[in-house]
Structure formats: C-alpha cells, structure tokens
Nanobody, 115 residues
Framework: QVRLVESGGGLVQPGGSLRLSCAAS????????GGWYRQAPGKQRELVAIITTAGSTNYADSVKGRFTISRDNARNTVFLQMNSLKPEDTAVYYC?????????WGQGTQVTVSS
C-alpha cells in the first residue's frame, strides 16, 4: 500500500518562503506522475503543480514563477518550493501520486500566509 507523508507547512509572512516535502513509503515517484493540490477554506481543491516520470513540470497560473516542484528519486520524495508567498496561497496542501489506476493522497499540511 502506498503511503504519502507531507511536511514543511507552517505560518509565514507575505513574501516569505516554505518548502513542502512529500515522502513516499515506496520508490513510487520515479515510475508515476505526481504533484500537489491545495484546498482553501470554502473552496474546491485545486491543482498546484505536476511532475511527470520524465521530469516535465506544469503549474497553475496562480503560482507560475513562484513555486517549483522537484523530485528526489533516491529519497522517494517530491518537493514544492514556494517563494514570494501571498495570503491567497493559504490552504491545506496535499501531495498525490497516480499508481496502478488509483490516485493516492497524503494527509495534507497547512500553509498559512499572514502578517
């Protein structure tokens, strides 16, 4: 069974940075596409960033130029580097991986951007 554990969330001031990590229980990210979603209070979950097995990346327009998704296959971990954070980035961030026709989710990590 695939288990994903996120970490790195917290409270940060506008303009600050955070780095989220998503560690998998198996070497799954090297052979499957994965990424990050986020869900703000009262809003639908939205896609933030994707990384494919080939290493291609794609981002939501709202985070382009500020967020970077990357992967460390040796550590079975996907990262989301978030710079120039804005209050509207406040949300619970979830990592996911698509494996064997199923989407697996982490438990989420809270990111709060506030002065």
């Amino acid at each position: 069974q695939v288990r994903l554990v996120e970490s790195g969330g917290g409270l940060v001031q506008p303009g600050g940075s955070l780095r989220l990590s998503c560690a998998a229980s198996t070497s799954i990210f090297s052979i499957n596409d994965g990424g990050w979603y986020r869900q703000a209070p009262g809003k639908q979950r939205e896609l933030v960033a994707i990384i494919t097995t080939a290493g291609s990346t794609n981002y939501a327009d709202s985070v382009k130029g500020r967020f970077t998704i990357s992967r460390d296959n040796a550590r079975n971990t996907v990262f989301l580097q978030m710079n120039s954070l804005k209050p509207e980035d406040t949300a619970v961030y979830y990592c996911y991986v698509d494996h064997q026709l199923s989407r697996h989710w982490g438990q989420g990590t809270q990111v709060t951007v506030s002065s």
